[in-house]
């Protein structure tokens, strides 16, 4: 996603009986469903935020590869020579039980946590010796399983937070409201509101952010890692504690992020419906160590994930 890149809200619904979803934005089909038709933009048969104008898959959206990743504390093992790849543009899902290693693999991935050996590239750039305000410098935005909003703070104000990282306007010309820097503060608040739009919260802007129901606070937090301007998004359980109308459009703007603006979605999630629907790929973590890695479709039948999730059958 580059800077101020123009955005624009959802379109009409599709057709909610498997129409195809629109083209990708580089210029070519998005990929097919495993069950031989085409993906559909919304994983709940409605077309989510597109930007036909907007920025394109190609080499400004790297590729995010893991290879070899281990981590342990003491004694215990918490990864172990996990490996995937994100390719560029599309949602990847990385799923498992509880205590699977999938926070821990975020955290590495975000530079809160130290890998014990592996390695973790974007494009060019090796991420595991990197500190997260450098690994946020090069466009991988974040967003937790906890909300984080100032809750006093104004939607608008907190949403600007994320522009931090492209602030130019130092802090003696932004104290002395130097016309420079009045210009630039101008140009990020343009670009909130489009973001602010583009996930659907144009109206609660002026609102304190610890007034919004739970699922606008979501979306809020979703904003404002999409006001980084990032090349790829680390969402951690962001439909978790939503009513199923909040997950419906959370989904939704999901899919406008890879379908409208081509960025690159690594997404941890328990709403397995909504993972099979939306991801194009999906890795699946058990004890620290990956058991499956491929389409919603075969994951889905592997039999080492089936006995993740539900246990060996015992014999009568």
Known sequence: MTDDAPLTGPPDPADPNGTPGPAHPNGTSHPADPNGTSHPADPNGTSGPTDPTGPVTGPDVPALVVEGLTVRFAGLTAL?????????????????PNGAGKSTCFNVLSGVYRATAGSVRLGAHELTALPPHR????GVGRIFQNLALPPRAT???????????????????????????????????????????????????????????????????????????PKLLLLD??????????????????????????????????????????????????????????????VQNDPAVVR?????????
């Open 80 to 96: 172990d020579g996990i490996g995937f790849t994100v390719r560029p543009g599309t949602v990847h899902a990385l799923i498992g």
């Open 135 to 138: 690994i946020a410098d090069l």
């Open 155 to 229: 939607v608008e104000d907190s949403l600007m937070l994320g522009r931090h990282r492209l602030t130019r306007t130092g802090f003696l010309a932004a104290g002395l409201r130097l016309p420079s820097a009045a210009r630039e503060e101008a140009r990020h608040r343009a670009r909130v509101r489009e973001i602010a739009a583009f996930v659907g919260l144009e109206k609660q802007l002026a609102q304190p952010a610890g007034s919004l129901p739970y699922g606008q606070q979501k979306l809020a937090e979703l904003a404002r890692a999409l006001c980084m301007e």
């Open 237 to 298: 359980e962001p439909v978790a504690g939503m009513t199923a109308d909040e997950r419906r459009r959370t989904a939704s703007v999901i899919a406008g992020v890879r379908d409208g603006l081509g960025i690159s979605v690594l997404l941890v999630e328990h709403d397995m419906g909504l993972v099979m629907r939306l991801a194009d790929s999906v890795t699946v973590l058990d004890f620290g160590r990956r058991i499956a890695d491929g389409t919603p479709g075969d």
């Open 308 to 316: 993740a999730y539900l246990g060996e059958e015992t014999a009568a």
